[in-house]
């Protein structure tokens, strides 16, 4: 077969090729100069305070965050005055000190109030989960250079039952555990715990009816993967502390070593009801 060697080449049309280059600067800059991350709260353009958080600084500074002295028992603002009693890991506050609390120790980040209460109520009820996510780069933060969180074995998100999870879309539970998991280089046990029940919204409810509300409502149903472990419970609120405390009942009762709690947000005292 005769080969042509007079074929008439064939170039990109100019239009072709300005785009092309156009593509390749484009992708020179994002390399040298990458895109700032938008802010998922308030959508404008940041620079990271640290390589974890999702939320710009200004958003931050709105964030009513817990700080010390906090009693280590439940995680509440300890009172002018007010000491914790006991030593090591039984001390407790007035507020956790008449409760039988089935976790060792929970820890918050922010009171559910102004800002952060908006934040968690679009989490829950406007379909956000990229401010779930964003919500637990917060906790991932809280905990990574925390050496009390060096022994965890697996962060477990409480479980949301099949018609609340069909509603909403997506359990903002796991979405707040899996950055939590990444910083401290555990597993997320998303399917061990089951809510088999289901129950009202704890918002509204008095003190007895919350615990009422949510008793005999979980489950284990692997208990070879958390026996012997220590586990890292992880959710958006805390009021009461009923649920947490109902389901490190059912993990302990499975085999778990231990079970410590970590929520975005502590409802203040007077929401308990």
């Given at each position: ?7 008439k080449?064939r170039?990109?049309?100019?239009e072709k090729?300005?785009g ?6 484009s992708?020179?800059c ?6 700032q ?9 940041f620079?990271?305070v640290?390589?974890r958080?999702?939320f ?13 002295p906090?009693?280590p ?5 300890l ?9 090591g890991p ?12 089935h976790?060792q ?17 679009a ?11 964003a ?5 991932a ?22 018609e ?18 990444t ?5 997320v046990?998303a ?11 704890q918002s ?17 149903i692997?208990?070879r993967e ?6 890292l419970?992880?959710?958006d609120i805390?009021t ?15 085999g ?6 970590l929520t ?8 308990t009801g």
């Open positions: 077969m005769a080969i042509n060697l007079f074929r080449k170039f990109l049309p100019i090729m300005e092309l280059l156009a593509s390749a600067v992708a020179l994002d390399l040298v100069f990458p895109p991350p938008l802010c998922p709260a308030c959508g404008r353009e620079q990271p640290y390589h958080l999702a710009c600084r200004v958003c931050l500074e709105r964030f009513p965050l817990l700080v010390p906090l009693c028992r439940c995680g509440r603002p009172q002018d005055g007010e000491t914790v009693e006991g030593h039984a001390v407790s506050c007035r507020h956790c000190r008449g409760e039988k609390r976790y120790r929970m820890k918050a980040v922010t009171v559910y109030t102004g800002y952060m209460r908006e934040i968690l109520q989490v829950k009820y406007g379909f956000r989960p990229d401010l779930a996510a919500v637990g780069s917060l906790l933060v809280a905990v990574e250079n925390d050496p009390a969180y060096d022994r965890i074995d697996a962060v477990i998100p409480v479980p949301l039952h099949p609340r999870l069909a509603a909403r879309g997506y359990n903002q539970g796991i979405l707040l555990a899996q950055p939590v998991a910083a401290l280089r555990v597993p046990f399917e061990t715990l089951v809510r088999t029940r289901f129950t009202k919204s509204g409810l008095g003190r007895r009816e919350r615990k009422t509300n949510v008793a005999g409502a979980f489950l284990v692997n208990c958390v026996a012997g472990k220590r586990l419970l992880v959710d805390c009461t502390g009923y649920t947490l405390s109902e389901c490190a009942r059912v993990l302990l009762l499975a778990a070593r231990r079970v410590e709690c975005a947000a502590l409802g203040v005292p007077e929401e």
